[in-house]
């Protein structure tokens, strides 16, 4: 994971003006990944830019990311298609969550729009092949 500290300004009123105290503790994920950064875990892939939406505050789709995401995809019925199950362990194919990342979730009976949706890139192939993997490895809890 690349940290870049986020330019953040603590604005402390000391008599007539303003003093900016940075905060060097606070750092954003760019997401940015370099050659020594160890491997993105499923979980990451799952959650980021995911929870921006999936959440609880706001659960689009009726799905949290954020809190329990493996509880809330491993054999929970999918919202936007019924006779489908979010994530069915050993089965990517059947699995709905797959093919709304993969943008076949029309083809399958599904609703909505290819996941990250809207404003968002779609993920890499290799970031959807280790979703998959992980659903064919029966989808164990994260670590
Ligand atoms: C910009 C907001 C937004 C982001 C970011 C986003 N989603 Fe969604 N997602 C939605 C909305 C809205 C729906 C419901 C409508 C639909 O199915 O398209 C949805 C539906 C889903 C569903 C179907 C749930 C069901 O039971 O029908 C899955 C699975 C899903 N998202 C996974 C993801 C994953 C994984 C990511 C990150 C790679 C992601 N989403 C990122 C807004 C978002």
Redesign the pocket.
Known sequence: MRLVPLALCLAACTGGGFVSVPAPGLFVDTGFRGDDDPPESVEAI?QN??A???SDLLA????N?LVQPRENLVNER????PTMF?VVPGDPDAS??VH??RGTHLEVGG???R??????AD?QLWQIQMVEEWIRDGAPPFQ
Do not use: D, S
């Open positions: 799952l830019p995911c921006v939406c999936h689009a789709g009726q799905l990311l999918a919202v936007g298609n979010r709905y969550l709304k990342l609703t909505g729009e996941m990250p949706g809207p404003g968002y993920l």
